[in-house]
């Protein structure tokens, strides 16, 4: 089946986004993990799986659209400490939630509902998990202090 240029266009500047998200969500767990932050690096880890999945699902539809992935990851922004971290997987998270907003737009106006369907549940986990749950880390940050929340990540 072949898909709109603008669909093809589209998915495929998400999957970029994904696949840094992806990259970017590594190297963070591994190092949160190095500097003995194991119950974050965890869940960076597991954020890292959840793109995976996102990348997947693109690189899937575009092929059946009869596109060809783009498979090089936009650039990363790799934190210097913890919060530095958090905050830059954060300001990726927000860059998807507004990029599949717009492809979500953009695939009712060219009448790709299965496309907007795949999307949709990207954006409610992009928002609602990964977003949100790194939104409440900063704020715990705030509210205990930079060095009580360190210690809490630690095992």
């Not at 998200?21 to 932050?37: K, N, P, T, V």
Request: charge should be negative; hydrophobic fraction near 45%; aromatic fraction near 6%.
């Amino acid at each position: 089946m072949q898909g709109s240029p603008a669909v093809l266009d589209t998915l495929n500047d998400l999957l970029v986004y994904e696949l840094a998200a992806r990259d970017q969500y590594f190297i963070h767990s591994r190092m949160l993990s190095e500097w003995g932050f194991e119950k974050i690096a965890a869940r960076i880890s597991h954020e890292m799986e959840d793109e995976t999945g996102h990348a997947d699902a693109l690189i899937r539809r575009i092929l059946m659209l009869g596109g060809k992935p783009n498979m090089v990851p936009a650039a990363l922004t790799i934190g210097d400490d913890l919060p530095d971290v958090i905050a830059k997987d954060l300001a990726v998270e927000y860059k998807v939630v507004n990029d599949l907003r717009g492809a979500i737009a953009l695939c009712e106006r060219e009448r790709d509902f299965v496309t907007r369907d795949i999307l949709m549940p990207m954006l409610k986990d992009t928002e609602e998990d990964h977003a949100h749950w790194l939104e409440q880390q900063l704020r715990l940050i705030k509210a205990v202090g930079l060095e009580n929340y360190q210690q809490s990540q630690m095992s």
